[in-house]
């Protein structure tokens, strides 16, 4: 019986010409987490940018992190985006775990709502959920929190620069105090979550994490104070920011 031996690593000419493959594919399709706390928009933010929004989401096989791709152009440009959920606690951070440890990114959208996440209904029961602002926002903070350090982590392990971008949901629920909202969410506002985007400013260093904060709106409410032309230019914004950082342009 022919003794079996370990397949051969892969050296010269053909480990170069299969690293030049994979970079190829990187930069066309770098791979960006979705993160944020349940209810602030994550699945319909990514349907948008996929150009799918009547679609419902689709879990990766054998994965607590749901995956979408998008086409940006003729030239097959785009990004494969990693969804972490937002609720379930082990199911969250083994999530979370994968995206920035285990398989790390190339970006990330971490999505907040100025505390007017959608809430949720305990299974088995109806009506609208009472939602407290307040509690809103501690949740968005804690939830910040426990994502950032992760976040930390990964930016100071990878060789190339990793870009974080902020998106600010349900800016039509707020249309009158976008940019105020905005600024609330921003390194040196000086308020609780601005803080705490300091403190990862200063673990990783500039050199080694871009952060942006966009305002987004993906579905509009009834009482929502901005029209669909507003909605998409959000979104626009958003999307031409991400090729940037990505040297898609």
């Known amino acids: 019986m022919p003794e079996l031996r370990p397949p051969r690593a892969l050296t010269g000419p053909v480990q170069r010409g299969r690293d030049r493959v994979v970079g190829l594919w990187q930069h066309r399709y770098p791979t960006v987490a979705v993160t944020g706390m349940t209810g602030v928009g994550k699945t319909e933010l990514v349907d948008h940018l996929c150009g ?6 689709t879990a990766e096989s054998g994965s607590a992190v749901m995956e979408r791709r998008v086409r940006r152009d003729r030239r097959l440009r785009g990004f494969r985006f990693r969804v972490v959920p937002g609720e379930n606690a082990a199911t969250r951070l083994g999530a979370l775990d994968e995206v920035f440890h285990d398989d790390p990114v190339d970006g990330v959208l971490h999505l907040v709502a100025n505390g007017l996440a959608t809430g949720r209904r305990p299974a088995g029961t109806t009506g609208t959920a009472v939602v407290d602002r307040e509690e809103q926002l501690a949740r968005e903070l804690e939830d910040w929190t426990v994502t950032a350090h992760r976040i930390a982590s990964m930016a100071v392990r990878r060789p190339r620069p990793t870009w974080l971008v902020i998106v600010v949901t349900k800016a039509d629920l707020y249309a009158d105090s976008v940019d ?4 609330s969410y921003s390194p040196g506002s000086g308020t609780p979550f601005g803080d705490r985007v300091d403190e990862l400013r200063a673990l990783t260093g500039a050199a080694k994490l871009s952060i942006d904060v966009l305002p ?10 901005v029209d669909a032309a507003t909605r998409d230019a959000y979104l626009a914004r958003l999307e031409a920011r991400m090729a940037q950082l990505s040297g898609h342009v």
């Open 216 to 225: 987004a709106c993906s579905h509009l409410e009834e009482q929502s104070a």
């Open 180 to 183: 105020e909202v905005v600024r």
């Open 52 to 57: 799918r929004p009547d679609t419902g989401a």
